[in-house]
């Protein structure tokens, strides 16, 4: 009989061996089977984690949300000029202490915060094998490219109306032609609407539209075009039959082959008694525009902007042309536009008329164009009728905007109001950073100059203008007159007056200031008067250059040489204790003067160049000995003088050079 022992189980009596060891059995066998699936699953994730893997080493570019874009194919970093330390080392995928000793080793002491500057990140880049180009608005080409794909897969391509705009040479009809298109297709379309001037408009023929860009001018063209907006589809290239292709018109051409667009010749004033539009097209031909009825693939057509001829066939032949283009853009998406035009209106604030390229822009929608936030407050037609919502290639006037944008900058809409005001704030952050390193820059170069003994030196300008165009082209202009001696460094340009803040940065930077088809206010002129500070205004760009330049033949380091004035013989020596050793001289040829440098030559060899300390006749101190006088000379610093020598008296004078500047 079994007695119930200690830790016995229930009922007091303790298992027998046989039911205990096949419990046991069940257990491990039970955990064998956990174990298997357990297995099992570990290695589907390990395998579906290696596939993941793989496919993320295959992509060739990686995001970094605010900072920049990595292709890992070309080892191109796309960033934007300040970033900081920790966020370059997220780029290049390493430890930001591994970058920051980097630093150290090379002589630069950096936080992990700090915003480090274009030499540093290019030459931390190329230490990893990654080259660098920079970018000014980095987020926005993020957001531009990246999104395309998923706007695609959001809604259908559907056609848009091909954007046009008119170039051509001064006095060639592009005004009467523009005019005479909007005022007749506006009043078939809208009776009795009132147009108003917003910079773009549109018209329908045929019934499809055509939108039109009133910028004839090149400047906006060529200023649009290098800031990235590509905005037109066809260049409608008008040139007078009456006429010949002028340097306006080559330009014209030039700026629509390099762009990429399309060209149709607009053959103007077929009105006029002398009117030769074969000669046109030859002269076209000799311009590598080969028109139509020459056997080339441009479209031509003979127009009066007068009378109205021409002018349905011409609209015709554009319409073709953008059917061959294949103009679609998305319609279900967030908008996306450029900035046609900007200005103050003292009612209703800062409007800008913007072109829609992608999406529906809505009243309502929360946007970012260029470093300024806004939401659309209203939009207007060219009409100047109230619109709710705004389709790819239909231009409108919005209200809204924090500040007026450049001309050319992208409008971007976003479905979060909260990454909208973070975006342009850190735009509006670079341009700060890039204007205190642009000022810190004159004084560190002002530093290092004076350190180097270099001779490099700069003129400083502040330039504003009338229109973008003008400050560009003024710009290239100028930075073209750089030298390796002298240079032209442009601290800040822009459209507008000179106001109170462009007279404060020049005094700052030690700049002058230029304005052209523009004058300072009343407070900027007190303020330049105040601080010292030189302005000057131009009516035409050929006199503000040829001024430059002369200016920078002023800051050349002039060539010096030495030109004997006079000579003289040593005839005696006197000895005077307390003073030193005087020599008796005989003036043999020119003057000596008490200010000149003089050379000692003994045997025709020269033993000492210094100043005179003291220069007499008879004992009396004088400025001046002439030829066939004699004279008592003290050389400053020197008593080793003796009879026969040589004193040449020199002078350093600048030499007159041939300089070529630009």
Known sequence: EERPKAG??????????????????????????VDEKEVQESIRQTMAAMEETGRRKKKKRRIEPQVGMVDEESNLLKITEFISTAELAGLLELPVTDLIRECLMLGLRVTINQRLEHDTIQLLAEEHGYSVEFIDQLEEEHLLEESEEEEEEAGELEPRPPVVTVMGHVDHGKTTLL????????AEGEAGGITQHIGAYEIEHAGRKITFLDTPGHEAFTAMRARGAQTTDIVVLVVAADDQVMPQTIEAIDHAKAAGVPIVVAINKMDKPGA?????????????????????????????????AGIDDLLEKI???????????????????????????????????????????HVGDVFVAGPYFGRVRAMFDEHGDKVKEAVPGQPVLITGFESAPHVGDHLVVFQNEHEAKELAGRRQLQIRDQEMRLREGVGKGDLLQAIDGTEY??????????????????????????????????????????????????????????????????????????????????????????????ILKGMYRRETAEEVVGTLEVRNLFKISRIGTIAGCYVLQGKIERTNQVRILRDGTEVYTGTLESLKRFKEDVREVAQGFECGVKIAGFNDIKVGDTIEAFVIVEVDREIEVG
């Open 276 to 308: 030769n539009a074969e000669k046109v097209r030859q002269q076209l031909a000799d311009h590598g525009v080969l028109v139509e009825e020459w056997g080339g693939e441009v479209q031509s057509a003979e127009v009066s902007a007068k009378t109205g």
């Open 319 to 361: 319409l073709i042309a953008s059917e061959l283009l294949d103009l679609k853009a998305v319609r279900e998406a967030p908008a996306r536009g450029v900035v046609i035009e900007s200005r103050l209106d003292k009612g209703r604030g800062t409007v800008c008329t913007v072109l829609v390229q992608r999406g529906t822009l």
């Open 8 to 33: 016995a189980g229930a009922g007091g009596w303790v298992s027998t061996g046989e039911a205990g060891g096949s419990k046991k059995r069940r257990k491990r066998d039970k955990r064998k089977k």
């Open 179 to 186: 005019d005479h298109i909007r005022h007749t297709r506006v």
């Open 457 to 550: 030196r700069e003129l400083r300008l502040v330039i504003k203008g009338d229109v973008d165009g003008s400050v560009e082209a003024i710009a290239d202009s100028l930075m073209r007159l750089s030298s390796d001696e002298v240079g032209v460094k442009i601290i800040h340009r822009s459209v507008g007056p000179i106001n109170e803040s462009d007279i404060l940065l020049a005094s700052a930077s030690k700049a002058m200031v230029i304005g052209f088809n523009v004058h300072p206010n009343l407070k900027a002129r007190e303020l330049a008067q105040r601080n010292d500070v030189h302005f000057q205004t131009y009516r035409v760009i050929y006199e503000l250059i040829e001024d430059i330049k002369e």
